[in-house]
């Protein structure tokens, strides 16, 4: 039974370029949160889809943005890339009925140059 | 609204030793309560967590955690340091989202 999986796992982009990151959540679960966690801190919320839609969304700005598709992976877009993007972008699938039922993934190291 | 503070960015012990990391949380809901590890360009290994029931939960590699309601606390302890226990820890909570604290690197000295 695979976990949750994340690609890729290492990506350099350019300033003001776009980048789309996929995970696939953990089999059964129905929800996929993602997370930003810079170099020197704790993971912070992005957005969670489920359903096939944003259902909360942390402070980021509209160029982070998402989709989840029938099969319950999803994939996180960041348009007009800025320097202070480069972080490790982690994925976590969950249930919408069981809040402690959490996966992550490895993550995606982002860097922006 | 979820919160986490982890007292202490740097905690220093000697291999054998307590290793002893402070987290307290604020939760306008029944909080679940979680702690992470992470090596070096790494993702998160989950340690333990707390949902309900008994309230000293047990985890991987020896440690284990205590949820005390009364003073919002869930503090991570393990009773000897390993070498290979030097790592950052996280706490984290859960309410509607997972909130991380800024977490808390542990060094083991020999």
């Known amino acids: 039974d695979a976990g949750v999986t994340q690609s890729p796992t290492h990506l350099i982009k350019t300033r003001g370029q776009q980048v789309t990151l996929r995970c696939s959540p953990k089999?059964?679960?129905?929800?996929v949160s993602w997370y930003q966690q810079a170099l020197g801190q704790g993971p912070q919320f992005i957005f969670q889809?489920?359903?096939?839609?944003?259902?909360q969304r942390g402070n980021f700005p509209d160029r982070f943005s998402g989709h989840q598709f029938p099969n319950y992976s999803s994939e996180l877009n960041v348009n007009a890339l800025l320097l202070g993007d480069s972080a490790l972008y982690l994925c976590?699938?969950?249930?919408?009925?069981?809040?402690?039922?959490?996966?992550f993934g490895s993550g995606t190291r982002l860097t922006v140059v | 609204a979820q919160s986490v503070t982890q007292l202490g960015s740097h905690v220093s012990v000697s291999e054998g030793a307590l290793v002893l990391l402070r987290c307290n949380y604020s939760s306008s809901v029944p909080p679940y309560l979680f702690w992470y590890v992470q090596y070096p360009n790494q993702g998160l290994q989950l340690l333990l967590k707390y949902t309900t029931g008994a309230t000293l939960v047990k985890g991987i590699n020896g440690f284990e955690a205590e949820f005390k309601k009364s003073e919002t606390s869930f503090h991570l302890t393990k009773p000897s340091a390993h070498m290979s226990d030097a790592a950052e820890y996280f706490c984290a909570v859960s309410g509607n989202k997972l909130v991380f604290g800024a977490g808390t690197i542990l060094r083991v000295k020999s």
């Open positions: 976590a699938s969950g249930l919408i009925r069981d809040r402690g039922n959490i996966g």
């Open positions: 089999s059964g679960h129905d929800t």
């Open positions: 889809y489920y359903e096939e839609e944003e259902r």
